[in-house]
């Protein structure tokens, strides 16, 4: 006790700066670097730490939008979720460090960058660019649906904007839009494709009716001999197919000889309509989708689809705007690659050839139960196959990503105007496969037809997958 008090009783009579020099290496030690928690570094959140709930809950709004959408049948559609998925996938991919932004990949495309440091919010983002790319491509629905669209945009804007300081927010919001309207501005250099949804069937093209060696070609069908739709689509930008890939295979010779390979084909087709069993229309009628307002069209199928499979597992973040980005640049680019086929060769439809050639009063089995036209066949000539196209390309894409598994499709289920009872396939190519070749019980394509566009599915869907998405 004594040595204390005489401590204390030292450094109180020691003047001031002396205790300072006595202080001093007290002072030193206690600022130690070696000793002081380490300052951590600033490390954003990555995209694939989010769920999908962004991406999925746009696509499935889509997928209603999409059904009363006036202009957007295919290949429109198609076009439109190649450049909505481009805009998701941009605003996301600075959150992805082992993905490459597509700007050095599209000749012409301008993303805007990230503030360098700054701390982005990838979900925020990705919600401000497919809000802002539905309301540029949508201008021309009904009010229903452009309050749906900010409906949704609102409850991300209400679910974000109270998790993060307003900075953070303001600048994750303002990204995305400016991404969106980037490659919004991208599509408008595509004169062939951005906004034709405006004019689907213009009133300047006469298709020829008879080809260089007498060969009857594509006339408007009966029963409602609508005028040809998108006839100029083979020249809309692609994104991966190449000039000499839009080119289809010549199809098999005309002919009205009975020995023919074409004749053959024309009946196989009357043959099936004719003689159609109850699991011949049930396939035929869930995969139609060719009927507006009815159903989405053929394109938006394939992203229901996937829709369902990226709500079974789960995906995350990256995946999923990946999945959609992908998915949309090949449906985009087997549309360009059918229509402009189908334009270079004028195949007349089944119901043309046959009616003339084998039995006057014969018809399709697709039918409008909206206006009740009974017999139909879509607007434009017959090779190849639209739908078989989008089903080879879709099919591709969804085995890239999810393998080769079982799969219900139940996009269909609950509907009473047709047989609405899902459908199980061993494998995303059995379900192209069908997609494809339902069109031939339906009545409106030859067998050719879905060989050749299966083909160009697959092509469009390769091409797509090699383009440098990973570093």
Same mark, same amino acid.
């Given at each position: ?22 202080? &001093?290496? @007290? ?25 999908? /709930?962004?991406? &999925? ?20 559609? %198609? ?49 401000? %660019?497919?809000?802002?790319? +539905?309301?540029?491509?949508? #201008? ?5 649906? &452009? ?34 309207? $980037? ?8 004169? $062939? ?45 692609? +994104? ?44 035929? /009628? ?15 199928? @394939?992203?229901?689809? $996937?829709?369902? @499979? ?96 079982? +799969? ?25 496969? /069908? ?5 031939? #019980? ?16 697959? @092509? ?12």
């Amino acid at each position: 006790m004594n040595m204390i008090r005489k401590s204390t009783t030292l450094l109180a009579a020691l003047p001031l700066t002396a205790f300072l020099l006595a202080a &001093l290496p @007290l002072l030193f030690f206690s600022c130690n670097p070696d000793k002081d928690p380490p300052i951590k570094e600033f490390q954003p959140v990555p995209t694939k730490q989010y769920s999908n /709930e962004v991406p &999925l809950r746009w696509y499935t709004l889509f997928q209603e939008i999409d059904r009363y959408s006036p202009g957007y049948r295919p290949p429109a559609a %198609a076009r439109m979720l190649a450049y909505v998925g481009l805009a998701g996938y941009e605003a996301a991919v600075n959150g992805m460090p082992e993905y490459n932004s597509m700007a050095g990949t599209f000749q012409g495309l301008e993303v805007p960058a990230i503030e360098e440091g700054a701390d982005y919010h990838w979900p925020t983002a990705v919600n401000a %660019a497919y809000n802002q790319m +539905f309301l540029n491509f949508y #201008p021309h629905v009904e009010k229903e649906y &452009l309050n749906k669209i900010n409906t949704l945009n609102q409850y991300f804007e209400d679910k974000y904007s109270s998790t993060m300081d307003a900075d953070r927010y303001e600048r994750s919001k303002a990204f995305g839009e400016a991404v969106a309207q $980037a490659v919004y501005d991208w599509s408008k250099t595509d004169e $062939a494709g951005h906004e034709a949804y405006k004019t689907p069937r213009p009133t300047n093209y006469n298709p020829p009716a008879t080809g260089s060696n007498g060969e009857k070609l594509w006339q408007p069908t009966y029963p409602d001999y609508s005028r040809a739709l998108f006839p100029y689509w083979g020249q809309v930008r692609t +994104f991966a197919m190449q000039p000499t890939d839009i080119v289809s295979q010549p199809p098999i010779a005309w002919s009205e000889d009975p020995n023919s390979q074409f004749y053959a084909q024309a009946n196989e087709i009357r043959l099936w309509v004719d003689n159609a069993t109850d699991e011949d229309k049930w396939i035929a /009628e869930f995969w139609s989708d060719d009927i507006f307002e009815l159903t989405f069209e053929p394109a938006a199928r @394939l992203i229901a689809i $996937a829709n369902q @499979l990226n709500k079974a597992d789960g995906l995350k973040m990256d995946v999923a705007v990946t999945l959609y980005a992908q998915m949309g640049m090949a449906l985009s680019d087997v549309g360009v690659a059918v229509w402009n086929s189908k334009y270079i060769y004028n195949v007349e439809r089944p119901v043309q050839y046959i009616r003339r050639v084998m039995d006057p009063n014969w018809k399709t089995i697709l039918n409008n139960p909206i206006n009740n036209v009974q017999g139909m066949t879509p607007e434009f000539p017959a090779y190849p196959s639209g739908h078989s196209g989008f089903g080879g390309a879709g099919a591709s894409i969804l085995d890239h990503f999810f393998g080769s598994r079982s +799969f219900t499709d139940y996009c269909h289920n609950g509907r009473t105007e047709f047989v609405s009872t899902p459908r199980t396939f061993t494998s995303f190519t059995q379900l192209g496969e /069908e997609d494809a070749y339902s069109r031939l #019980p339906l009545g409106v394509h030859y067998r050719m037809d879905c060989d050749e566009g299966l083909r160009l599915g697959y @092509l469009s869907a390769l091409r797509v997958i090699d383009l440098p998405w990973k570093k």
